[in-house]
């Protein structure tokens, strides 16, 4: 069963880190572009970064400098590591992918998001 599981949200303070993940099964998750996406309350859905098959990564400009994207493979995982975290990364964040090899903005397959509050 093909599936991508979200899991590390939880309540930080501001300046705070957090380490999402992004497990895959029934596939393999290193031949595919893995993103991450975020919802905000009352705000569409924006994407966050984006790992290719090939490793080549991306991040949108709010984010740079302070998200990393990661996978290991012999865990069929995918990271997004969050630090200086700020109110305004709110948000419910998604894993999902393009069934392709490199970063697109054509999602197929969404995970069911994991819920990160940042608040003092």
């Known amino acids: 069963q093909v599936q991508l599981v979200e899991s590390g949200g939880g309540l930080v303070q501001p300046g705070g880190s957090l380490r999402l993940s992004c497990a895959a099964s029934?596939?393999?998750?290193?031949?595919?572009?893995i993103a991450w996406f975020r919802q905000a309350p009352g705000k569409e859905r924006e994407g966050v970064s984006c790992?290719?098959?090939?490793?080549?990564?991306y991040y949108t400009d709010s984010v740079k400098g302070r998200f990393i994207i990661s996978r290991d493979s012999a865990k069929n995982t995918v990271y997004l590591q969050m630090n200086s975290l700020k109110p305004e990364d709110t948000a419910v964040y998604y894993c999902?992918?393009?069934?392709?090899?490199?970063?697109?903005?054509?999602?197929?397959?969404w995970g069911k998001g994991t819920l990160v509050t940042v608040s003092s």
């Open positions: 999902a992918t393009d069934w392709a090899g490199e970063c697109t903005p054509a999602m197929d397959y």
């Open positions: 790992i290719s098959s090939s490793s080549s990564t």
């Open positions: 029934g596939f393999t998750l290193d031949w595919y572009a």
